[in-house]
């Protein structure tokens, strides 16, 4: 409904990248693209105190993550589960990159 007023969901759940990754954030997701093997969100917070964001349906391995705009300041990955939960720091406009593991460490896909 925040929406509705120009301002900042509550909570937005979406599909963000390859097979069907979603992402679970208090706030907004504004835009996502994908390429090669790296995922970019943009997103925006509405709390300026520290919260979780997760993610489910996370490829094998933890991504490599940076935060513009933002701070993480602590990551959970569960392989067996395929989920990410990052309790990240910021308001306001954010961009959240996920390389997958294999593009990580200098490896080929092909």
Same mark, same amino acid.
């Given at each position: =409904?925040?929406?509705?007023?120009?301002?900042?969901?509550?909570?937005?759940?979406?599909?963000?990248?390859?097979?069907? =990754?979603?992402?679970?954030?208090?706030?907004?997701?504004?835009?996502?693209?994908?390429?090669?093997?790296?995922?970019?969100?943009?997103?925006?917070?509405?709390?300026?105190?520290?919260?979780?964001?997760?993610?489910?349906?996370?490829?094998?391995?933890?991504?490599?993550?940076?935060?513009?705009?933002?701070?993480?300041?602590?990551?959970?990955?569960?392989?067996?589960?395929?989920?990410?939960?990052?309790?990240?720091?910021?308001?306001?406009?954010?961009?959240?990159?996920?390389?997958?593991?294999?593009?990580?460490?200098?490896?080929?896909?092909?």
């Amino acid at each position: =409904m925040a929406e509705a007023y120009g301002k900042t969901p509550i909570y937005t759940m979406q599909r963000v990248g390859p097979g069907g =990754m979603l992402m679970h954030i208090p706030g907004g997701v504004v835009r996502v693209d994908g390429t090669d093997g790296v995922v970019r969100i943009e997103m925006t917070g509405w709390s300026s105190n520290p919260y979780w964001l997760r993610l489910v349906r996370v490829s094998a391995g933890p991504p490599r993550i940076e935060l513009e705009g933002g701070k993480v300041l602590e990551t959970d990955h569960n392989e067996d589960r395929k989920t990410l939960n990052l309790r990240i720091k910021g308001k306001g406009p954010m961009v959240l990159s996920l390389t997958d593991a294999a593009r990580a460490d200098g490896e080929s896909r092909d």
